[in-house]
């Protein structure tokens, strides 16, 4: 069974303050990986997509991934109100499947 | 572009009734998704087209039918519906396998 491990939380954060988002994954062979972001009764958007191992950053948003530890990380700086979501983390599993963890919940307090 | 597009937005069934879930993107994309989402489960894959004229099944087909009518359009269809299909329908397209998936509104549908 491939799957995608997430805390589902809530995760409470302060204003200004760093969110740390974290999922595993069990299929060793992934290769493409993508953190979607989900408001409540909205559906969900991309945020970021990681290929390679190591940091990419695209403003508040770093996505981190290591293939040995089969871990992908998403960290959130300055954490704003409007941050406050579920995030989805997704794993291209082969071909055109992709498998979704079932997301974080992030509060982030005024 | 209006992107993915999905029809109707709510929905509440009789067990044991049909219906059609209508999907429809103008990105010109070549594979479309159809998704479940519960609470606590995240988003379940029930079947995909990987293009024009192809379907396969997902983590959770049973219970469902699609139709690839064409490039544009990706129907989903409950032929008996059961209150285990209560749910949040997402439809989703991407123009390949390594970007990211476009999603459309979402049918909320309710089988009594």
């Known amino acids: 069974q491939k799957e995608v491990e997430q805390n589902s939380g809530p995760l409470s954060v302060p204003e200004g303050a760093i969110a740390s988002l974290n999922c595993t994954y069990s299929?060793?062979?992934?290769?493409?990986f993508f953190w979607y972001r989900q408001y409540s009764g909205k559906s969900p958007e991309l945020i970021m997509s990681i290929y390679s191992n190591g940091d990419k950053e695209d403003g508040r948003f770093t996505a981190q991934l290591n293939k040995a530890s089969q871990y992908v990380s998403l960290l959130i700086r300055d954490s704003q109100p409007s941050d406050s979501a579920t995030y989805l983390c997704?794993?291209?599993?082969?071909?055109?499947?992709?498998?979704f963890g079932a997301g974080t919940r992030l509060f982030v307090k005024a | 572009n209006a992107g993915v597009t999905q029809t109707p937005k709510f929905q509440v069934l009789k067990t044991g009734q049909s219906m059609t879930l209508q999907c429809a993107q103008d990105?010109?994309?070549?594979?479309m998704y159809w998704y479940r989402q519960d609470p606590g489960m995240g988003l379940r894959l029930i079947y995909y087209s990987a293009s024009e004229g192809t379907t396969d099944k997902g983590e959770v087909p049973n219970g469902y039918n699609v139709s690839r009518l064409n490039k544009r359009e990706f129907s989903l269809r409950l032929e008996s519906a059961a209150p285990s299909q209560t749910s949040v329908y997402f439809c989703a397209s991407r123009p390949g396998t390594d970007n990211e998936q476009f999603f459309g509104p979402g049918t909320r549908l309710t089988v009594l």
């Open positions: 997704a794993v291209r599993v082969g071909g055109f499947k992709t498998i």
């Open positions: 299929d060793r062979v992934s290769q493409s």
């Open positions: 990105m010109n994309h070549n594979s």
